[in-house]
């Protein structure tokens, strides 16, 4: 076998065996951000863009539980072999893509609105890791260049939270701990960031694990 034959079969094989994976996009003029694209490993390493010509993607990983839930509705929905949209005409609520790709089979579905539970229990999914996402790039903006504003976002971040919408909340806890344990920032700011970290990190300890 020639050396250009053995990498062709070596780069072939690569794409076989690479583990499923989901993506989804969304574009909606004027909306902000406009467009996002996501993208989920089987092993929950989660890929997020929050503009299309994005080159520097956020990296998050979720938890077994949420990343299988997903996988479980692309299943439910024939990993898109079939069409999701209602055909119901309703106004633009933007142009979405939901994408499954398994070695080299991929299957991928348009549309703008699904009556289908599953399509929106899913849509839904990854939208709650969009809005997790803009929460954390409007954290990190403030903590560095804007201390006054840094309160304002630690409120909508809690109000998320609350509703349980967090996708993968520890990726939070660096910035809240930055704020927390610094003098420069206001004293409500610090109180609100060590009351949110501490509820993040308190389910994951093993007294709540224990805990009736």
Request: aromatic share 8%; no cysteine.
């Amino acid at each position: 076998m020639t050396l250009r034959l053995l990498v062709l079969k070596l780069a072939f094989s690569a794409v076989v065996v690479a583990a499923p994976q989901l993506y989804f996009s969304k574009y909606f003029k004027g909306s902000v951000p406009e467009f996002v694209a996501i993208t989920v490993e089987r092993d929950g390493q989660t890929t997020v863009r929050l503009a299309k010509d994005d080159s520097d993607p956020i990296m998050i990983q979720l938890d077994a539980a949420s990343t299988q839930e997903m996988f479980d509705l692309a299943g439910k929905l024939d990993h898109f072999k079939k069409p999701v949209e209602s055909g119901l005409k309703i106004a633009n609520l933007g142009a979405k893509t939901f994408r499954y790709q398994d070695g080299g089979e991929t299957h991928d579905v348009e549309f703008n609105f699904s009556e289908d539970p599953n399509a929106q229990a899913l849509l839904d999914r990854f939208e709650q890791i969009s809005e997790t996402e803009q929460h954390f790039v409007n954290l990190d903006r403030t903590v560095h260049f804007d201390k006054l504003g840094v309160n304002d976002v630690l409120l909508q971040l809690q109000v998320t939270w609350d509703r349980k919408r967090l996708a993968a909340p520890e990726q939070f806890l660096p910035l809240l701990d930055r704020v927390a344990k610094n003098e420069s920032y206001l004293h409500l700011s610090r109180e609100r960031a060590a009351a949110l970290a501490e509820a993040i990190r308190k389910p994951s300890s093993p007294s709540a694990e224990k805990a009736p």
